[in-house]
């Protein structure tokens, strides 16, 4: 039986991993979960539920390093099933991630080669990396700007405050900070794995993406069929009901470089002129 390979998508949220993971699942050779916004966390679970040393039943959800997975999203209803039937057991079980692959069996019978999940942040990914050396990870970068300034619209959208804005005193800044920090763990992961971790920027993929997404594949050690980069490409620019509802901005063009429009001098200008040093070591211009 052919190992299936964890592709970990890590990245702070407003970084496009939803778009990621819509063109990655262009590609025969990569499972993703059909479910939008693709956050079910299977292999994930599984893995953590490995390396926790589990050898039975399966739980509702596991705990790693005060992160919470469960298997799958609820209205996942594909997985739920998969889940509900080996639950009995299910740590006791050989090949699970083989299991679970055939879920996403391609149009030519085959089961993919790699599992793609958005994972919840470092804390699993770095551990499960130095576990298995076949296991790979997207680190994706975004200006942290941009993240701010995104996260912050999508907020104020949905009526409630996520991304690390608590509106408290200092909030702002602290907010920022964090997205600054996970950036340089990211780096800093990439540096330690070399060899399982792939840092893809977020402008390249909105700005060159077929360039960005054929040198991911080569990555992986996938040769696409003619076109299966292309088509990737088109799939991060489609504008339909459910990316709608995840957009701040007009378009994906758009979203880059957002933070040029915010006023000089003004509290956020002030605020990302004082983390210049930590932007220029992420790679970005400062203001």
């Known amino acids: 039986m052919q190992y299936v390979v964890p592709l970990f998508v890590v990245s702070y949220g407003r970084s496009g991993s939803t778009a990621l993971m819509r063109a990655l699942g262009v590609s025969d050779h990569i499972g993703v979960p059909p479910a939008f916004p693709h956050e079910t966390r299977m292999a994930q679970y ?3 539920g490995q390396m926790l040393g589990l050898a039975g039943d399966a739980p509702a959800a596991l705990e790693w ?11 996942d209803k594909v997985a739920g099933q998969w889940f509900e039937e080996r639950r009995s057991g299910f740590f006791a079980r050989p090949h699970l991630l083989e299991d679970y692959a055939m879920l996403f069996v391609n149009a030519g019978g085959s089961p993919p080669r790699f599992l793609a ?12 990396l130095e576990a298995d050396p076949r296991r790979r990870a997207v680190l994706l970068l975004r200006d942290p700007r941009d993240i701010f300034i995104s996260a912050k619209a999508f907020n104020r959208r949905r009526g409630f405050l996520s991304f690390g ?15 600054i920090a996970f ?21 390249d993929m909105i700005r060159a993406p077929a360039s960005a997404f054929a040198a991911l594949l080569s990555w992986l050690g996938i040769e696409p069929a003619p076109g299966v980069a292309e088509a990737m490409a088109e799939r991060i620019a489609l504008v339909d009901a459910a990316a709608l509802d995840h957009m701040t901005s007009a378009d994906a063009s758009d979203s880059v470089d957002r933070w040029r429009g915010v006023i000089p001098g003004s509290r956020f200008a002030r605020l990302f002129e004082a983390h210049g040093e930590a932007l220029e070591t992420l790679g970005y211009e400062r203001a």
């Open 46 to 48: 599984i893995v953590a």
């Open 183 to 203: 950036g340089l763990g990211a780096l800093a992961t990439a540096q330690a794995r070399p060899g399982q971790v792939l840092i893809l920027r977020y402008e």
């Open 117 to 128: 999940e958005k994972a919840m942040g470092l804390g699993l990914v770095r551990p499960a």
């Open 165 to 179: 804005e608590s509106g408290e005193p200092g909030g702002d800044e602290a907010m920022l900070r964090a997205i």
């Open 65 to 75: 390093e005060r992160v919470t997975y469960v298997p799958h999203q609820p209205f």
